[in-house]
């Protein structure tokens, strides 16, 4: 029997990928975003066990309002990538049933070795949309913001345009942090080097996960920062979107 460690699930999401969605957010990160909004999701190991057939047995009772709307299930985290056989059976029973299948990741657990990438692959058979967020370009940054260095996910990003595995890309946009000219255009070089990519989306910084910060005893250490200017987010779109080969959407 495979269990899966999860935090908690949404029924009718509308910002974690195409239509009305199943959301599952699972237990266990590898990084430490200084915005981290679900920051009560990052020990590995904690949260509530459950099988993939219970969960399709929730799923379907919202099938029909996911149909109408071009919906499905996606698998959020914590690091969904973490669960990957979890993630394949779920993936398969809901592709069995005509669900379509979506994984939010921040590719922060990629390693190209023979044993991850063959458990890789068979998740990929069964996953129609991967969510990319790409928290920063630059290596050195990406370690201060999120505890860890952005080769590997860079690399996770590379394997999933070889494999065409269709993907939106996600930027968080915090001013002061990520949102210079210099790494907006660095990043947007990078998108312009994929094939896969079907959207990208400008998601601007907010503080509501501060007060999850605080029950946990953690010091949020971007208090000081605001969220970004409506023309902020549009002119990183521009910038992210500026070298795509085909004309992509913003969410």
């Known amino acids: 029997m495979i269990y899966g460690n999860i935090h908690s699930v949404e029924t009718c999401g509308t910002?974690?990928?195409?239509?009305?969605?199943?959301?599952?957010?699972?237990?266990?990160?590898?990084?430490?975003?200084?915005?981290?909004?679900?920051?009560?999701?990052?020990?590995?190991?904690?949260?509530?066990q459950v099988t993939p057939e219970e969960i399709v047995e929730?799923?379907?009772?919202?099938?029909?309002?996911?149909?109408?709307?071009?919906?499905?299930?996606?698998v959020s985290g914590?690091?969904?990538?973490?669960?990957?056989?979890f993630v394949t059976e779920l993936f398969k029973l809901c592709k069995a049933k005509g669900i379509h299948t979506t994984i939010d990741t921040s590719g922060g657990c990629f390693a190209n070795k023979p044993e991850f990438l063959e458990?890789?692959?068979?998740?990929?058979?069964?996953?129609?949309?991967i969510l990319l967020d790409i928290k920063h370009i630059d290596s050195k940054r990406h370690v201060k913001l999120t505890?860890?260095?952005?080769?590997?996910?860079?690399?996770?990003?590379r394997y999933l345009s070889d494999k065409k595995v269709p993907v939106w890309i996600r930027h968080v946009l915090v001013p002061t942090i990520n949102d210079q000219d210099e790494y907006?255009?660095?990043l947007g070089d990078f998108i312009g080097t994929l094939e896969n990519v079907e959207k990208v989306e400008i998601l601007p910084y907010h503080q509501l996960g501060v007060y999850k910060w605080e029950a946990l005893g953690y010091k949020y250490p971007l208090s000081e920062i605001s969220?970004?200017?409506?023309?902020?987010?549009?002119?990183?779109y521009q910038m992210l979107t500026r070298n795509l080969k085909k004309p992509v959407s913003q969410g």
């Not at 914590?78 to 056989?85: A, D, S, V």
């Not at 458990?119 to 949309?129: I, S």
């Open 15 to 48: 910002v974690d990928g195409p239509g009305i969605r199943y959301i599952v957010f699972t237990q266990g990160c590898l990084l430490r975003c200084q915005y981290c909004h679900n920051a009560d999701t990052w020990k590995i190991g904690d949260g509530k």
């Open 58 to 74: 929730d799923v379907v009772k919202y099938k029909a309002f996911m149909d109408a709307s071009g919906g499905g299930i996606t």
């Open 78 to 85: 914590g690091e969904p990538l973490l669960q990957i056989p």
């Open 119 to 129: 458990e890789l692959d068979e998740l990929l058979k069964y996953t129609d949309l």
């Open 147 to 157: 505890g860890k260095p952005n080769e590997h996910i860079l690399e996770f990003a």
């Open 184 to 186: 907006l255009e660095e």
């Open 227 to 236: 969220s970004p200017s409506d023309e902020s987010v549009e002119h990183a």
